[in-house]
């Protein structure tokens, strides 16, 4: 089992940043693939970014590709989304996601073992 904890979600005006992280109960932290979804009002849940379980590939939604940057640290059981250059489209909850295998982690991400309960990102115009 692994339980996953957001914080650093808030209001943040356009062009601006914030560094969201999550972090992650158990001692198999680095058996996990990490990565970050978000779901708008209205919208399915997306993609956003992804990280390999020694942290050394990650993925990204093109449209955040330049501007988030995922990271691990996995002595601490964490993973950080730092995001910058933030666009009102950007305004979401932003998922914690856990899962052995990287093909989970695209699209809505069906299929993903643990998800965290979520932050609140508001990017105002």
């Known amino acids: 089992q692994v339980q996953l904890v957001e914080s650093g979600g808030g209001l943040v005006p356009a062009g601006g940043s914030l560094r969201l992280s999550c972090a992650a109960s158990?001692?198999?932290?680095?058996?996990?693939?990490m990565g970050w979804f978000r779901q708008a009002p209205g919208k399915e849940r997306e993609f956003v970014a992804s990280i390999t379980w020694s942290g050394g590939r990650t993925y990204y939604a093109s449209s955040v590709k330049g501007r988030f940057t995922i990271s691990r640290d996995n002595a601490k059981n964490t993973v950080y989304l730092q995001m910058n250059s933030l666009k009102p489209e950007d305004t979401a909850v932003y998922y914690c996601?856990?899962?052995?295998?990287?093909?989970?982690?695209?699209?809505?991400?069906?299929?993903?073992?643990?998800w965290g309960k979520g932050t609140l990102v508001t990017v105002s115009s």
């Open positions: 996601a856990a899962d052995p295998s990287i093909a989970t982690m695209s699209g809505p991400g069906r299929g993903i073992n643990y």
């Open positions: 158990g001692r198999t932290f680095s058996s996990y693939v």
